[in-house]
């Protein structure tokens, strides 16, 4: 019997940077956030057997400052891509 050959999943890094013009809340961070540019990284994955390359999102982080009394430090956070979608509706919405 042989042995079924490992296959490795490829995976992806995107990164970008989000502005909130206005303090905000994201859903499981229990802190309101200051406005300013934030650094999202959304980790994704290949789907394999297609006949072209696809990727589905498996993480997505936000780099926030950290809580005090760590002020000068920086916080990875994994949150929902929902909610991160879901503050920066609220922030337009605040905009207008």
């Given at each position: 019997m042989r042995?079924?050959?490992?296959?490795?999943?490829?995976?992806?890094?995107?990164?970008?940077?989000?502005?909130?013009?206005?303090?905000?809340?994201?859903?499981?961070?229990?802190?309101?956030?200051?406005?300013?540019?934030?650094?999202?990284?959304?980790?994704?994955?290949?789907?394999?057997?297609?006949?072209?390359p696809c990727?589905?999102?498996?993480?997505?982080?936000?780099?926030?400052?950290?809580?005090?009394?760590?002020?000068?430090?920086?916080?990875?956070?994994s949150i929902?891509?929902?909610?991160?979608?879901?503050?920066?509706?609220?922030?337009?919405?605040?905009?207008?």
């Amino acid at each position: 019997m042989r042995a079924k050959p490992k296959v490795e999943s490829l995976t992806r890094s995107r990164r970008e940077t989000v502005t909130f013009r206005h303090p905000f809340r994201i859903k499981g961070i229990e802190r309101q956030l200051p406005a300013g540019p934030y650094e999202v990284v959304t980790d994704e994955e290949m789907i394999e057997g297609l006949s072209f390359p696809c990727f589905r999102r498996v993480a997505t982080m936000i780099m926030v400052p950290a809580a005090p009394p760590q002020h000068s430090s920086t916080e990875m956070i994994s949150i929902s891509s929902v909610d991160l979608a879901d503050a920066q509706q609220a922030d337009a919405v605040a905009s207008q």
